[in-house]
Structures are given as structure tokens and as C-alpha cells.
């Protein structure tokens, strides 16, 4: 039978009872995902000490509260991806832009920084920004972090960002062109503000990559949260618990970001995406 | 016609598309201040907007020259800008921007072309409504407008640049036919108070009513130019003779 065809009472019987076996399929799901976990850790024998993992989170001694290495760690990851985060947008910009530009010039260094940076893995170049160029610069292993961050970064948001500029309907600049509007204005006041709207999710996307990312400057000595959990791993030998909880931090962090991003693209839903402005 | 009489100068325009399609060949018009031009186009449909396109420099052109108000449209961008800023244009398909409201559509080229402070745009944008009669409408988004409600609010938005010049690209075509009555008469009010207008349209009874002259067009050519009554009453070129007898 057609679905349009079934009476309304039947079809919402029917709709409440596929909604209860989707239920029953995902705890099914999630109870084979821990009994698997069980039957894995019981068979190499570990020897769970869940007990000393929040000593390492903060410390309440005589009263006082203090934040543990991994908090610290924390801290440091977050400094690292804020700012990254912020020169992430402005370097993806530039270069989308550059990519869309008149001047050849422009186009063919956007183009180079995409490749080269696109085409190469981010620990190497995290090691190149910290051994070659931050002595030219004179910048330390923070600065070179937040730098290689970001150029990694800023070249994958580039392209989400043009993506974004270039779906737009021509007869956006056009009209713009028409009202005698200068480029930048045309930018920054019909261009952009479409454009990111269409990717704010791929662009969330990024910024999640970022924060996970941001783990690998841990290998030129900051003491981030992935760096703080190996030296605790190294003293304690309690791999499982300390990796399993700073796995759950960074899911609370990456978390945060979708959610403010959802609050956002919610809050921007003033106008629909598609379809507006006239026939297509 | 004195030269300076003449606001916009076109001659022997050519513009051929990527594809080989001519679109304008050795096309020459000019347009005398206050006087309203309707360009109507043969059923082939070639050259269709891309003369009105050439003219504010949406499209370049391959060979001829164009002169608005005196300032040529060459390549030098402060010509360029000016001529912008003089010509306004309407769409077959709106091109508000979706996500400002209708009044801030209408505010933004006054407050960053013209410079105008946020209450003198305020006032304009407030009286350029009323003149297209929706004024109620102010504070939606284009979506939430029909698309003859749509239309009048981008020609107030490009009126609000006060521009010497506004041309129109079939801004009836594409809506419902309840709807471009009211489009039309706005049209109208304009040439009644002397704008230059070039309109491109489908519509003859508007082209008879308010139109000064008439531009039969055909394969990127005029095929036939004349006064209005004249040129419905009693056209010369055989072709427009076909055409009209198949339309009226």
C-alpha cells in the first residue's frame, strides 16, 4: 500500500512501533559494544585501577583545590586550539580568496600553499615549523605549535570556504555589481555571510579536526594534554585508564564545538539556505 | 540628438559567447535623457539581455564603444565604478539578498556607496517602499515575499542609488501571470516621471503604453527602430510585420 494512502490512526500506530524497534536495535548495539570491552580486557588480564586516575585531574589537598596534569594539559591544548582555531579562519580566508582572485600571482600562491601543505603529513610539518623556521623567526615551541596548527588547518578551510563562495547563485554579484558595490563590500556583506552559513557544518568539521589534532605538538615538547597523559603513563603504567581518560576529555571538548556550532547555524536560521532570492 | 543629450551611447557593439553564438552584432543605440526605450526581441531570442548586460559591464564586450553620461566604459576602474553606480538594474530573477531583510536590501548600497547615514537611508529606503507600495513588508526577508512583491522591492533597491539610468531584464518573465500588474505599474509610475528607461520585455502592452520608442531585435541586430505609434501602426521591415501579426 501507498504510504499516502494508509489512515492516519494506523500510520501513527505504525510509525510509534518502528520507532521502539530502532530503540531496541540501538541497545542492542551498545550492549555488544560492552560486552566485547569486557570480554577483551578479562582476556589479557588487566588490572583496572580506576582509583588513581582523579589525583591526576585535580587534588583537593588540605583544602585547596589544584588542578593535576591533565587538567593543566587541558588548558594548554585549549590555548592551542582557541588561537589556532582564530588564525585557522583568517589564513582560510586569505588563501580562499587568493584562489579566487583576478591576479595570477595571487592564484598561483594560493595554489602552492594548498598543495604543498594538503600534500604533506602535519607531524613533519610540525617539525619543520619548530627546527627550521622557528629559529629564523624567533618563535618558541607555543608559537610554533599555533603556527603549524593553523597552516595545516587553514589550507583545508580554504577550501570549504571557496566551496561556500563559489555555490552561490551568480546573480548575488551581480545584483551587487549593479548597486555599484566595491569588492570588499561585496565580500563582506553578501558574499560571506551566504557562504558560511551554506558551511558551517564542513567547517565545524575542521575545527574538530583541529582540536584532535593539535595532540601532535606534544612531539616538540608542550606539555599538552596527550603529553601529560604519557608521562603519567610512563610513571604509573596505567595506560588503559589514563588514555581512556584523556579520550573522554577530548570528546568533551570536540563536543563543545559541535554544539555551540549547531547553536549558531540555529541562530542563523533567519533565512533558508537554498531557494531563497528568487527562481534558481 | 546633441551629444549631450544623449545619456547612454552605444556603437557598433559586437559581442560573440564562447560557444560562437553572436550575440550582438554591430548592435549601435542611443538613448536620449528622460526617454524610455523598450527593446522587444524576435522569437530566435539571440542578443536577448546581453545588450542591457553590456551596458552597466556585466558582460564585456568584443568590439564598439559604450559612453553613459559621458564617462566611457573602458578599462579604467574608476569609469567603470561610476557607471556602476549610475545604471540600476532589475532582474528577470530578483537577486535580493536572502538573508537581510527587505529594508536592509534597500539600505546597503545607500549607506556604503553613497555614504549615507543609517537615518538618511532609513528615510529614503521608507519612501522608496511606499512608492512601490510595501511599505508593510519592511521588516521580512525576500522569501517571505511573492514574487511580484519580490520585483518591486529590487527595483526600489536599485532606485535607491539614484541612478540616472535603470534598465530592466524581462523583470515580468518570471512571474505568475496575477502578479506582473503590479510590477508594470510601477514601471510606469517611472516613466511617467522621466527616468530613463531601457526595458527589455515580452509584455507589448506595456511597451505600447509607456515606451518612447521601440527596438525590434533579431540575431544580435536591429531589425527594425521607431517611434511607438508609428512602429505598431505601421511597421516598414517585413519581418517585424510577421512578428507583430503573430503577437497582437
Not at chain 1, 558551511?199 to 594534554?225: E, F, M, N, R, W
Not at chain 1, 536560521?269 to 537554498?274: C, K, L
Not at chain 2, 564598439?64 to 576602474?77: A, T
Amino acid at each position: 500500500m501507498k504510504r499516502g494512502m494508509t489512515p492516519l490512526h494506523l500510520r501513527s500506530a505504525a510509525a510509534s512501533r518502528a520507532a521502539l524497534i530502532d530503540y531496541g536495535k540501538f541497545f542492542l548495539l551498545a550492549g555488544l559494544a560492552v560486552w566485547l570491552l569486557t570480554l577483551g580486557t578479562r582476556g589479557m588480564g588487566y588490572n583496572w585501577q580506576w582509583y588513581r586516575v582523579p589525583r591526576f585531574l585535580f587534588t583537593t589537598e588540605g583544602g585547596v583545590w589544584a588542578a593535576g596534569p591533565l587538567l593543566q594539559g587541558l588548558w594548554v591544548t585549549l590555548e592551542i586550539s582557541l588561537l589556532s582555531l582564530l588564525c585557522t579562519l583568517i589564513l582560510g580566508l586569505t588563501a580562499a580568496l587568493f584562489r579566487l582572485s583576478d591576479s595570477f600571482t595571487a592564484r598561483a600562491l594560493a595554489r602552492g600553499y594548498l598543495e604543498l601543505i594538503r600534500n604533506t603529513p602535519l607531524l613533519i610539518q610540525i617539525f619543520f615549523v619548530y627546527f627550521v623556521i622557528s629559529p629564523v623567526l624567533d618563535i618558541g615551541a607555543f608559537a610554533s605549535a599555533v603556527l603549524a596548527l593553523s597552516l595545516f588547518e587553514g589550507a583545508y578551510a580554504a577550501e570549504i570556504l571557496r566551496a561556500g563562495i563559489v555555490s552561490l547563485q551568480r546573480g548575488q554579484w551581480e545584483a551587487a555589481h549593479c548597486l555599484g558595490l566595491g569588492l570588499f563590500d561585496t565580500y563582506r556583506d553578501v558574499i560571506l555571510p551566504q557562504a558560511v552559513r551554506r558551511v558551517l557544518p564542513p567547517l565545524a568539521g575542521q575545527g574538530i579536526s583541529l582540536i584532535k589534532d593539535s595532540s601532535l605538538v606534544s612531539t616538540i615538547a608542550i606539555y599538552d594534554l596527550t603529553m601529560q597523559g604519557q608521562k603519567i603513563v610512563s610513571e604509573t603504567f596505567l595506560a588503559f585508564e589514563i588514555w581512556f581518560t584523556v579520550a573522554a576529555i577530548y570528546l568533551v571538548m570536540t563536543f563543545g564545538l559541535s554544539f555551540a556550532v549547531r547553536a549558531l547555524e540555529h541562530r542563523m536560521n533567519g533565512f533558508p539556505i537554498r531557494g531563497a532570492g528568487g527562481i534558481a | 540628438m546633441s551629444a549631450d543629450e544623449r545619456i547612454i551611447e552605444a556603437r557598433e557593439i559586437a559581442k560573440t559567447f564562447p560557444g560562437g553564438v553572436v550575440a550582438l552584432d554591430r548592435f549601435t543605440l542611443a538613448v536620449r535623457r528622460g526617454e524610455v526605450v523598450v527593446i522587444i526581441i524576435g522569437p530566435s531570442g539571440s542578443g536577448k539581455s546581453t545588450f542591457l548586460r553590456c551596458l552597466n559591464g556585466l558582460e564585456e564586450i568584443d568590439g564598439g564603444s559604450i559612453v553613459i553620461d559621458g564617462i566611457p566604459l573602458d578599462h579604467h576602474r574608476k569609469n567603470r565604478l561610476l557607471i556602476r553606480q549610475e545604471v540600476g538594474m532589475v532582474f528577470q530573477s530578483f537577486n535580493l539578498f536572502p538573508h537581510m531583510t527587505v529594508r536592509e536590501n534597500i539600505d546597503l548600497a545607500q549607506i556604503r556607496v553613497r555614504k549615507k547615514t543609517r537615518t538618511d537611508a532609513a528615510e529614503t529606503t521608507m519612501s522608496l517602499l511606499a512608492k512601490v507600495g510595501i511599505t508593510e513588508k519592511a521588516d521580512r526577508y525576500p522569501h517571505e515575499l511573492s514574487g511580484g512583491q519580490q520585483q518591486r522591492v529590487a527595483i526600489a533597491r536599485a532606485l535607491a542609488m539614484s541612478p540616472k539610468v535603470m534598465l530592466f531584464d524581462e523583470a515580468t518573465s518570471a512571474l505568475d501571470p496575477e502578479m506582473i500588474g503590479e510590477v508594470l505599474d510601477v514601471m510606469r509610475t517611472l516613466a511617467a516621471e522621466g527616468m530613463t528607461m531601457v526595458v527589455v520585455t515580452h509584455e507589448m502592452g506595456f511597451a505600447r503604453e509607456a515606451g518612447d520608442r521601440i527596438v525590434f531585435m533579431e540575431n544580435g541586430r536591429i531589425v527594425e527602430e521607431g517611434e511607438t505609434e508609428r512602429f505598431f501602426a505601421a511597421p516598414r521591415e517585413e519581418r517585424t510585420h510577421a512578428f507583430l501579426g503573430q503577437i497582437l
